[in-house]
C-alpha cells in the first residue's frame, strides 16, 4: 500500500506561481523505484496529464502545453515530488493529483490507467 497526500493548492491570480507537493508513505514503499507523476481534473473534464518522473532514467515527460510553465521534481531523500506552476491561467484550475507507477517509459506513464496509487487531489484555483 502506497499513500500519497498532495499540499500546496490554493486561491492565486493569473500570472502567479505555486508549488504542489506530493509525500509519500507506505510500510513496503520504496519511493525511489517508483515513477510519479501529476495529473489535474477540472470539472466535466478528463483528467490531463501534467508531468512525470521516470523512477529508472530520471526523465521527465511533459506534454507540450506544459513545458516552459511547469517543471516536476523529486526529492528521494524526503519521499516527496513537486510540481513548480509558473504563469498560471485560469484555465489552469483543477484538481491536482499526484500518482505513483513502477512503469517508467513515456509510452506507458502518461496514461492515468497506469497507476494504482493516487493522492486525495489538491485544489488549484486561479482567477482572472
Known amino acids: 500500500q502506497v499513500q500519497l497526500v498532495e499540499s500546496g493548492g490554493g486561491l492565486v491570480q493569473a500570472g502567479a506561481s505555486l508549488r504542489l507537493s506530493c509525500a509519500a508513505s507506505?510500510?513496503?514503499?520504496?519511493?525511489?523505484?517508483?515513477?510519479v507523476a501529476w495529473f489535474r481534473q477540472a470539472p466535466g473534464k478528463e483528467r490531463e496529464f501534467v508531468a512525470a518522473?521516470?523512477?529508472?532514467?530520471?526523465?521527465?515527460y511533459y506534454p507540450d502545453s506544459m513545458k516552459g510553465r511547469f517543471t516536476a521534481s523529486r526529492d528521494n531523500a524526503k519521499n516527496t515530488a513537486y510540481l513548480q506552476m509558473n504563469g498560471l491561467k485560469p484555465e489552469d484550475t483543477a484538481l491536482y493529483y499526484c500518482?505513483?507507477?513502477?512503469?517508467?517509459?513515456?509510452?506507458?506513464?502518461?496514461?492515468?490507467?497506469?497507476?494504482?496509487?493516487w493522492g486525495q487531489g489538491t485544489q488549484v484555483t486561479v482567477s482572472s
Open positions: 500518482a505513483a507507477t513502477t512503469f517508467y517509459s513515456s509510452q506507458q506513464t502518461i496514461h492515468a490507467r497506469n497507476y494504482g496509487y
Open positions: 507506505g510500510p513496503t514503499f520504496a519511493f525511489n523505484t517508483y515513477t
Open positions: 518522473i521516470s523512477w529508472k532514467s530520471g526523465t521527465i
